[in-house]
């Protein structure tokens, strides 16, 4: 079955860029079937999304995080990647990438990485 | 600020029934489908319900979905203190994908 794992830095330091991945195992990212997104949690807060990419490269992303999100997918290595840029202690929080079947908002999300915590801090 | 309302807390004693409410609008639940989550924890949420009241395999039949207008509820039936946890319903909501305000369910 298809598993997700995220990685990348646990300590980002203010004003810089936010950079982490997303590699999926036991299945294609190239499949024409799912959408690949990225969701965060606050610490003790709920869920928030922040924007999904399609293998072909099309993305879409939260209208609030827009300016500062760029995901972006490499399908030789089956991988896909969040990068937030200008981060400030707001942005400290657990990240997960996550997958949702065709078309979006039916399905649901999935299968969901096991969250990577990323802190904001100098 | 989530634009799905939530009651912040739910309880019951093993074997009751529990309901979760999540009341959003016609931007959101009165024209797109649900889902729901569960977030035991530590984890990462675990898709619960989709398409409003469809549940994935292996997703246990004690957990039910509704939705009439802009509202939406998750049922579970014959509580089990495994289920104590964090619930989430989530829509689209003009191109953004937007979770509710999230529930603790607690069993007594």
């Known amino acids: 079955q298809v598993q997700l794992q995220e990685s990348g830095p646990g300590l980002v330091k203010p004003s810089q860029t936010l950079s982490l991945t997303c590699t999926v195992s036991?299945?294609?990212?190239?499949?024409?079937?799912?959408?690949w997104s990225w969701i965060r949690q606050h610490p003790g807060k709920g869920l928030e999304w922040i924007g999904y990419?399609?293998?072909?490269?099309?993305?879409y992303y939260n209208p609030s995080l827009e300016s500062l999100v760029t995901i972006s997918v490499d399908t030789s290595k089956n991988q896909f990647s969040l990068k937030l840029s200008s981060v400030t202690v707001a942005d400290t929080a657990v990240y997960y990438c996550?997958?949702?079947?065709?078309?979006?908002?039916?399905?649901?999300?999935?299968?969901w990485g096991q969250g990577t915590t990323v802190t904001v801090s100098s | 600020q989530s634009v799905l309302t939530q009651p912040p807390s739910v309880s019951g004693t093993p074997g009751q029934r529990v309901t979760i409410s999540c009341s959003g609008s016609s931007s959101n639940i009165g024209g797109n489908t649900v889902t729901w989550y569960q977030q035991l924890p530590g984890t990462a949420p675990k898709l619960l319900i989709y398409?409003?009241?469809q549940r994935p395999s292996g997703v246990p039949d004690r957990f039910s979905g509704s939705k009439s207008g802009t509202s939406a509820s998750l049922a579970i039936s014959g509580l089990r203190s495994e289920d104590e946890a964090h619930y989430y319903c989530?829509?689209?909501?003009?191109?953004?994908?937007?979770f509710g305000t999230g529930t603790k369910v607690t069993v007594l």
């Open positions: 996550a997958r949702e079947r065709a078309p979006v908002g039916y399905y649901g999300l999935d299968v």
């Open positions: 036991g299945g294609s990212i190239s499949s024409a079937d799912y959408y």
């Open positions: 398409g409003d009241n």
């Open positions: 989530a829509s689209w909501d003009d191109s953004l994908n937007v």
């Open positions: 990419i399609f293998y072909s490269g099309s993305t």
